[in-house]
């Protein structure tokens, strides 16, 4: 009977002062978020780009310059004799071989073409292309960039400015060509320079502009640094060069022996 009073105690929404409390959850057990999953999320995100930041220029170059050597390969090979060509008598190609040939081929051509006998075969040569009306155009042209490209007292391409074009307040980049001679300089009445002007993200394409000096401006930034930073579409800026500050030392106010008296 003592038992059946107890539970109709409990059921009447009395507590029994000798039964124990309901124990409440601990915050502990609720659910929570797990945060070194979003740990481990971000550090496997960051490992793969850095992979990607440390292979893909690597790829890309080799991937380059192996194109590049194909196609010597494919081009230069194709021309010599199957009797005299090596990748006859192997199993596989030389990777290389054209590029190897073509390097001998003008050094044999340069060496020959210094002599004197040469230098004739060269005149006679010129001769006949200067008969062609329309290939001596072509063929004078591209001797004359080769020329200026090549040489070894050429200042082409040695400078970066930045110019306003193509309209006021808009600046560009420009590659400083040279001084510009002719009747381009007569007509104008002063002294201009060719600035080429190359184009995002081929800098091969772009304008040829004609400018004073007075309309550039020149910074320190290279040529290498201005091309990288045209290809990349503005992504790759190259920092600002720190002037060196002047040696106290070679200062007349700091230093007292190089005051006169």
Same mark, same amino acid.
């Given at each position: 009977?003592?038992?059946?009073?107890?539970?109709?105690?409990?059921?009447?929404?009395?507590?029994?002062?000798?039964?124990?409390?309901?124990?409440?959850?601990?915050?502990?057990?609720?659910?929570?978020?797990?945060?070194?999953?979003?740990?481990?999320?971000?550090?496997?995100?960051?490992?793969?780009?850095?992979?990607?930041?440390?292979?893909?220029?690597?790829?890309?170059?080799?991937?380059?310059?192996?194109?590049?050597?194909?196609?010597?390969?494919?081009?230069?090979?194709?021309?010599?004799?199957?009797?005299?060509?090596?990748?006859?008598?192997?199993?596989?190609?030389?990777?290389?071989?054209?590029?190897?040939?073509?390097?001998?081929?003008? *050094? /044999?051509?340069?060496?020959?073409?210094?002599?004197?006998? @040469?230098? $004739?075969? #060269?005149?006679?040569?010129?001769?006949?292309? +200067?008969?062609?009306?329309?290939?001596?155009?072509?063929?004078?042209?591209?001797?004359?960039?080769?020329?200026?490209?090549?040489?070894?007292?050429?200042?082409?391409?040695?400078?970066?400015?930045?110019?306003?074009?193509?309209?006021?307040?808009?600046?560009?980049?420009?590659?400083?060509?040279?001084?510009?001679?002719?009747?381009?300089?007569?007509?104008?009445?002063?002294?201009?320079?060719?600035?080429?002007?190359?184009?995002?993200?081929?800098?091969?394409?772009?304008?040829?502009?004609?400018?004073?000096?007075?309309?550039?401006?020149?910074?320190?930034? *290279? /040529?290498?640094?201005?091309?990288?930073?045209?290809?990349? @579409?503005? $992504?790759? #800026?190259?920092?600002?060069?720190?002037?060196? +500050?002047?040696?106290?030392?070679?200062?007349?106010?700091?230093?007292?022996?190089?005051?006169?008296?």
């Amino acid at each position: 009977m003592v038992a059946v009073r107890s539970m109709n105690c409990h059921d009447d929404g009395m507590t029994d002062p000798a039964s124990p409390s309901p124990v409440s959850p601990l915050p502990d057990s609720q659910p929570m978020t797990v945060p070194w999953r979003r740990s481990l999320a971000a550090r496997l995100r960051n490992y793969f780009l850095a992979g990607v930041l440390l292979t893909a220029p690597i790829s890309i170059t080799v991937y380059a310059a192996w194109l590049v050597v194909d196609y010597v390969d494919s081009a230069v090979t194709g021309m010599i004799p199957a009797a005299y060509n090596p990748n006859t008598y192997l199993p596989f190609a030389i990777p290389g071989l054209g590029i190897v040939v073509l390097v001998v081929t003008l *050094t /044999v051509v340069g060496f020959v073409t210094t002599n004197f006998l @040469g230098r $004739i075969m #060269v005149r006679l040569g010129e001769g006949a292309v +200067a008969r062609m009306p329309f290939v001596r155009g072509i063929y004078s042209a591209v001797k004359q960039i080769f020329e200026t490209l090549l040489s070894d007292k050429t200042t082409s391409y040695s400078e970066v400015v930045l110019i306003e074009f193509p309209r006021k307040d808009m600046w560009t980049l420009g590659l400083v060509i040279g001084k510009t001679y002719g009747e381009i300089e007569e007509k104008a009445g002063a002294e201009l320079f060719n600035v080429y002007v190359p184009t995002t993200p081929n800098p091969t394409s772009g304008y040829l502009v004609f400018l004073p000096r007075r309309d550039m401006i020149s910074i320190e930034m *290279t /040529v290498e640094e201005c091309l990288k930073l045209l290809v990349s @579409g503005g $992504i790759v #800026v190259p920092a600002a060069k720190a002037k060196a +500050a002047p040696d106290p030392r070679l200062t007349r106010a700091s230093n007292p022996r190089l005051t006169r008296p």
